[in-house]
């Protein structure tokens, strides 16, 4: 098993671009989520989802839409990219919502 | 709101105990996770809290206290490699894991 696979690792953006980060995990977990990672602030949801089909909003979710149309996959998508949306963004997965989190390995995104 | 409250940094000798506190006030509780996450690396697991009390893993422990809204992660016989952000999270009720700020622990010889 790959677990949770993302993609791209290091992403550079200018202000007002749009853009995918891609999330597949294939341990049919039921559970996904998106965070991203700025010093000093912790962990902070974006958007997660508790299966196919629904996604929810989390504590920091303007500027950022998702889908689950599979169990596997769960993209985050940049609609204008803003230099506050520099971070490192992680996905993670679980086979429920009590379950313990998988993490990706992560994305640099740098808006310029 | 949401607030879960940890150190933002401590520091400790190799071969010693150290303990990080966390305190939470959510949105009702479905359990308490610490994380481990090395510096440019995604955290890992470490332990789970639904009820009251310690669980041990090895040399690391969690306690939970739901009616005082605390927990800690108790490390032992602290190692270089323990050197890392360990991070608090809170499973509210709605499903949300919600994570505390981290604390950075720096481990000395």
């Known amino acids: 098993n790959a677990g949770v696979t993302q993609t791209p690792k290091f992403q550079v953006l200018k202000t007002g671009q749009s853009m995918t980060l891609q999330c597949a995990q294939d341990m049919n977990h039921e559970y996904m989520s998106w965070y991203r990672q700025d010093p000093g602030m912790g962990l902070r949801l974006i958007h997660y989802s508790v299966g196919a089909g629904i996604t929810d909003q989390g504590e920091v979710p303007n500027g950022y839409n998702v889908s689950r149309s599979t169990t596997e996959d769960f993209p985050l998508r940049l609609l204008s990219a803003a230099p506050s949306q520099t971070s490192v963004y992680f996905c993670?997965?679980?086979?429920?919502?009590?379950?313990?989190?998988?993490f990706g390995s992560g994305t640099q995104l740098s808006v310029l | 709101g949401q607030n879960i409250d940890q150190p933002t940094e401590m520091t400790a000798t190799e071969g010693a105990i150290v303990q990080i506190n966390c305190t939470y006030q959510?949105?009702?509780?479905?359990?308490l996770f610490w994380y481990q996450q090395h510096a440019g690396e995604a955290p890992t697991f470490l332990s789970y809290?639904?009820?009251?009390g310690l669980e041990e893993k090895g040399r690391f422990s969690s306690f939970l206290s739901r009616s005082k809204g605390y927990s800690y992660l108790l490390l032992k016989e602290l190692q270089m490699k323990d050197s890392a952000s360990y991070l608090c999270a809170v499973r509210d009720k709605g499903g949300k894991l919600i994570f505390g700020q981290g604390t950075e622990l720096s481990v000395k010889p």
């Open positions: 993670a997965s679980s086979l429920g919502h009590n379950e313990k989190l998988f």
């Open positions: 959510t949105s009702g509780f479905n359990g």
């Open positions: 809290n639904v009820l009251d």
